[in-house]
């Protein structure tokens, strides 16, 4: 049929049993292919399973089984359930992304984006769930947790893979203008994950010193109102403090403040002084204070904020604590000139006062603009783009992932395994109780001889969102041997005609998808569709209150009971339990 309908749904994660989250989001794309089928259309509705993970792992740990067996075994229940559903799935197309003929075009996939430059390998602040032990991508981080372990994440350094996705930043934003079928929910919280923000950077000359420190920031116009320099721990004048047991303890103190916004927005201000100072671009002889500060990174702008306290909560708090002037350029439009900021910050809209030249400007409307043309006129700062978005970490220190395809000669250096060699497999014979990650432990199958020469395997495995990013391609042609899909089936069936799935993945795994159509369609004629998913539709939420016991354990509905009307005791012992707020089901919160 020259109509087509490709109807999808998320995968789902093998856990065990289906759940309701399940049948509902699997009954509308029932509807949808049936009504399409019914109606002449040839129809692509099929099922696989996101089979790689932590919880596999975890389980494996606590059953004694190894975690393909657990997988597998979890496949066949889940896949008997929604058999007896009778839904219109088309079985023949079944995949699962732990199985190597799957990984084998992911690892493949993996060395064409190295090879391109859309990979890289840097050393830099990760997030780490003391809990899972393992990294977790900016995404992964809710509130400044583990999205699946709930632990407070802490920053930690390390050297790791990541996929350039902000290479595509630009494109990224743009294109959500094209998604007509997108809910604008889902495409307003891509919008400000993308985080495209103008603004300028700023030279402040150090004080006796030749050096210049570079700032970035969106509000220039508040120049008047900066009372300190605040820079990353990271910042190359920590060089000269590197040897001081105060700034040691310093830097230990602020790897506890995850990397996250939200992280560096909820955790306490913390400074140090260098006693250095920088000088003020447009007021002669003053004197700004430079700080080293927990709240600032290395990969926002340069590392380096100018703090404007009256004016910004956070430059406020930290100006409160380390007694530091607090000085208002912007008054509300409804207030006289004499408008002083005192108990808190005052971000919003306004006219600029105690500005010199640009009093009277309309903040940030006209103001902001205004002082970059002065900045650059006088060779003092330059305008400047700044995106919100990082590049996607994606190594984990885990065993139950796809091995990447990576190996290390006796230098150090990162070479891809020759395609001949893929799939590069995972070792059946494993220890997960060893501390930190297995395969680091698994000294034969480190070791890999090439061409008579011997290498160190990678021992990090693809985070699992990089199998769902481009499965939707494989189900197109589920028994290719040659690539990972064929180019005329792509060519029929892509994009997705309606893709159906939880609106908690709005950022996480559909940004993801959109960044590897891009990375797929780089520099490739043979590949040309840009948007993975035509129409999305967000199902909604299974919910149900959660429950804790005196030790911070989940506990399942059916271990409390009511007592007078109330979820309050366990059963069995009279405990008392923590009833916590009614959230979207999951395994992990037992919350089903």
Known sequence: SSKKFYCLEMFPYPSGKIHMGHVRNYTIGDVLARYKYLNGFNVLHPMGWDAFGLPAENASKLNNLHPKEWTNKNIKVMKDQLKLLGLSIDWDLEISTCDKEYYK????????????GLVSRKETYVNWDPVEKTVLANEQVINGKGWRSNAVVERKKLSQWFFNITKFSEELLNDLENLNGWPEKVKLMQKNWIGKSFGCEINFKL?????????????PDTIF?????????????????????????????????GTTEEALANAEKLGFNTNIFAEHPFIKNKKIPVFFANFVLMDYGSGAIFGCPAHDQRDFDFAKKYNLNIRTVVRPFDKEDNFTVSDEAYPGPGV???SDFLNGLNAPSDSVKETIKILEDRSLGKKKVNYRLKDWGVSRQRYWG????????EKGTAHPIPKSMLPVKLPENIDLKVKGNPLDSNADWKEISVDGKIYKRETDTLDTFVCSSWYYLRFCSPKENNYGFRKEDIDYWMPVDQYIGGVEHAILHLLYSRFFMRALNYQNTNFKIKEPFKSLFTQGMVCHETYKDKNNNWLSPDEVEKVEGKFVKKINTNENVIVGPSESMSKSKKNV
């Open 225 to 257: 109102g900066a009372s300190f320099l605040a820079l990353s721990v990271d910042h190359p004048l920590s060089m000269n403090f590197k040897r001081q047991t105060e700034f040691k303890n310093f830097k230990e103190k602020c790897n506890k403040t």
């Open 402 to 409: 796809c091995p990447i395809p990576i190996m290390y000669d």
């Open 207 to 219: 004080e006796n010193r030749s050096e210049f420190i570079n700032v970035f920031t969106t509000r």
């Open 352 to 354: 600029l006062i105690n």
């Open 105 to 116: 075009h992911q690892q493949e996939l993996f060395i064409e984006f190295y090879n391109q």
